[in-house]
């Protein structure tokens, strides 16, 4: 083992890896990646040929890729300014790079033990398990190698994530101008089924489950900490965007659209979108708030404007940097502080193995869960 200072190092880990949606880059892309996101998943047809549509509009590119892209760059530069020359591996769940590949990669490249980083910071089946389902996918052809992954912990309630959105939502407010200082704020999530939402997370938790419980707190301490910068107190909701599935099973809401409209009508001066289930700002965020919303508050006349995401945030890429070095000591059999910021929940490493219930496939194997599954 090579002679470093424990303390500040990500060993025993050998690689990096990043994990996220993934998203098409080219017209001929949009079908297929649709195909492999819904696959079994019992999305109708019709909500198919109009989600391609969304992507028609941006030239048949989703940002995405391009965003992990800019992520990988900002965490090289901020892990060589720490003198941490851990290498950076990237693969997606839906679309090029896929992890399989990535994995096959990390492994002829002669690395071991992985810490991987999902672009995905709450718990629920769908921003969690599945992508620990698909984890397995990726890593079991290999496990002759001996090779294994870790995960960070849930990140939403870290600080350096909430500072990432108290600044967005600063400079949007900044933006409207006068409304801004009645605004209120409108913390947004990708929608899940009631189902989802209600299995997502361990005890305890509220009947919403932890999905809802994790939002509503992050979006509880933005609310807090831009009130206390700008010495008032804001009103805060928490609604939903980008639902799909069919009509006769019940999702997360208000409809983000929706919302705005009971807003307007109550007689709201202004605004302020703040995108919190998101780490940046991909195709649920250009469609669905900047395109769909924003449209929607055009018509009723009410001051909007949109938060950024956490993307390359200094405090952002820094925390994930942090969370990668807390990881490394906890494998080390260290107890490292898991920082959060106040009166949010604080996260696990391992899930417990009936976290965010797979409900469609419930044998289905995932990794980084406390007990393995039997083969
Ligand atoms: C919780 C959550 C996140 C946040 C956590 C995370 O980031 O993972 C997220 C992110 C994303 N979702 C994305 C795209 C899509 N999600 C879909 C469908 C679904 N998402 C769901 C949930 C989530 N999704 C669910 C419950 C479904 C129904 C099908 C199913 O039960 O699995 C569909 C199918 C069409 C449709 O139905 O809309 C698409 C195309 C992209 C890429 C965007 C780009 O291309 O830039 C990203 C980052
Ligand atoms: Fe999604």
């Not at 290498?87 to 990669?105: A, H, I, K, S, T």
């Amino acid at each position: 083992m090579p002679d470093r200072d424990g303390s500040a190092d990500t060993l025993p880990y050998d690689a990096l890896l990043l994990v996220s949606f993934g998203g098409p880059e080219k017209p001929d892309d949009v079908m297929p990646f649709l195909e492999n996101v819904t696959r079994g998943r019992g999305i109708p047809r019709e909500r198919l040929a109009d989600v391609a549509h969304h992507y028609d509009g941006f030239g048949g590119r989703s940002p995405i890729n391009d965003q992990c892209r800019e992520l990988l760059a900002a965490l090289r530069v901020e892990l060589d300014g720490r003198g941490l020359d851990v290498p950076l591996y990237w693969g997606n769940r839906n679309w090029d790079p896929f992890l399989g590949p990535e994995v096959e990669r990390i492994v002829a490249d002669g690395h071991r033990r992985v810490v991987a980083v999902l672009t995905s910071a709450y718990p629920s089946y769908s921003s969690c398990r599945q992508y620990r389902e698909n984890l397995f996918d990726a890593f079991d052809p290999q496990a002759a190698s001996g090779v294994t992954v870790d995960k960070i912990r849930h990140y939403s309630d870290h600080p350096g994530f909430v500072a990432a959105s108290v600044d967005a939502t600063q400079a949007a407010l900044d933006e409207l101008g006068e409304p801004g200082e009645r605004a209120r704020l409108v913390f947004v999530t990708h929608s899940i089924p009631t189902a989802m939402a209600a299995a997502a997370g361990p005890q305890p938790k509220s009947p919403e489950g932890g999905y809802v419980d994790w939002h509503l707190a992050v979006a509880e301490a933005v609310t807090r900490e831009v009130g206390r910068l700008r010495g008032r107190t804001y009103d805060f909701d928490l609604v939903y965007c980008s639902r799909s599935g069919p009509p006769s099973q019940p999702w997360l809401e208000p409809d983000v659209n929706d919302h705005l409209r009971a807003l307007d009508a109550a007689g709201v001066p202004g605004v302020v979108l703040v995108p919190i289930g998101f780490v940046s700002d991909h195709m649920e965020v250009i469609y669905d708030l900047d395109t769909e919303a924003v449209e929607t508050a055009r018509e009723l006349g009410l001051p909007l404007a949109r938060a950024a995401t956490a993307g390359t945030h200094p405090a952002f890429v820094s925390a994930l940097v942090d969370l990668v070095l807390e990881r490394a000591a906890a494998a080390r059999g260290e107890e490292p502080a898991r920082p959060v910021v106040e009166g949010t929940p604080v996260g696990w490493y391992d899930c417990e193995p009936d976290c965010c219930t797979n409900l469609r496939d419930p044998g289905r194997r995932a990794l980084c869960q406390r007990v393995p599954q039997p083969a």
